[in-house]
C-alpha cells in the first residue's frame, strides 16, 4: 500500500462548491503539507502542518483552508470553488524530528481538480 | 526569501545521448537543494539532494549533480538517458534557518519537461 494517499484523485465540480480533499500517511511523519501545481508554476505551497497544533499559511492560502485531524490525516478545503483553482493538488510529509530543512518530501499520487 | 530558476521549461533529447537541465537559486543564507521527478500521472520522487561535503552528488536511476555555490547553480546530469527518463524534472532549495519563517519549507522552480525520443 502506498505510504502517502490522497482522495479523491479526480473530481470536477462547479463554481461556487465546497469542496475537500483528502490526505492519509502512513509514515509516521509529523509535518504534512498541501501543494498545487499549475503548468510552468511548479508546485507552491499552500498550507503545511508541523504537528496536529501546528498549521500555517504558504504563498498561496487564500481561497483555501486546512484540518489536521490527526497526525496522520491531513486535509484541504476549498470553501466556495473557482474556476481558477483548477490544478492537480498534491499532500506531501516530512520527518521533523532533527534537521526539517534537509527532509525529503514524499508525496501523494495528487488530485486533479476542475472547476467548471 | 529564496527562489529557483529552471532555465528550460523543455528539453527534448535522444536516447542514449548526455543531458543537463539547468537549475539557479537565490537565496541569503545556506541552502539545502533537491531534485525530483515527476512520472507521468505520478506524484514526485526524490531524486538526489545536496546538503554539505561533496559538492558532486549521485542519485538514482544515473542522474547526478553539481551544487556550484559561486554560480549559485545545481545542475542535474545523466550521461546517456533513457526513454523511460521521460518526465517533468523539478529542482527546489529549503532554507537552514532554525527558528525562522521558512524553516524547513521547499521553494520548487517551474520544472523541465524532459522528452527522450528513440
Known amino acids: 500500500d502506498a505510504d502517502v494517499t490522497q482522495t479523491p484523485r479526480n473530481r470536477i465540480t462547479k463554481t461556487g462548491k465546497r469542496i475537500m480533499l483528502e490526505c492519509s500517511q502512513t509514515k509516521g511523519h509529523d509535518r504534512m503539507y498541501w501543494y498545487r501545481q499549475d503548468p510552468g508554476l511548479g508546485l507552491r505551497l499552500i498550507y503545511y502542518s508541523f504537528d496536529v497544533k501546528d498549521i500555517n499559511k504558504g504563498e498561496i492560502s487564500d481561497g483555501y483552508s486546512v484540518s489536521r485531524q490527526a497526525q496522520a490525516k491531513f486535509s484541504l478545503s476549498l470553501e466556495s470553488a473557482i474556476p481558477n483553482q483548477t490544478a492537480l493538488y498534491f499532500c506531501a510529509t516530512s520527518d521533523s524530528r532533527y534537521y526539517p530543512e534537509r527532509d525529503t518530501q514524499y508525496f501523494g499520487p495528487g488530485t486533479r481538480l476542475t472547476v467548471l | 526569501a529564496q527562489s529557483v530558476t529552471q532555465l528550460d521549461s523543455q528539453v527534448p533529447v535522444f536516447e542514449e545521448a548526455p543531458v543537463e537541465l539547468r537549475c539557479n537559486y537565490s537565496?541569503?543564507?545556506?541552502?539545502?537543494l533537491f531534485w525530483y521527478v515527476q512520472y507521468p500521472n505520478q506524484g514526485l520522487q526524490l531524486l538526489l539532494k545536496?546538503?554539505?561535503?561533496?559538492?558532486l552528488v549521485k542519485g538514482i536511476n544515473g542522474f547526478e549533480a553539481e551544487f556550484n555555490k559561486s554560480q549559485t547553480s545545481f545542475h542535474l546530469r545523466k550521461p546517456s538517458v533513457h526513454i523511460s527518463d521521460t518526465a517533468e524534472y523539478f529542482c527546489a532549495v529549503s532554507v537552514g534557518e532554525a527558528g525562522g519563517t521558512s524553516y524547513g519549507k521547499l521553494t520548487f522552480g517551474q520544472g523541465t519537461i524532459l522528452t527522450v525520443h528513440p
Open positions: 537565496s541569503s543564507v545556506s541552502v539545502y
Open positions: 545536496y546538503l554539505s561535503g561533496s559538492t
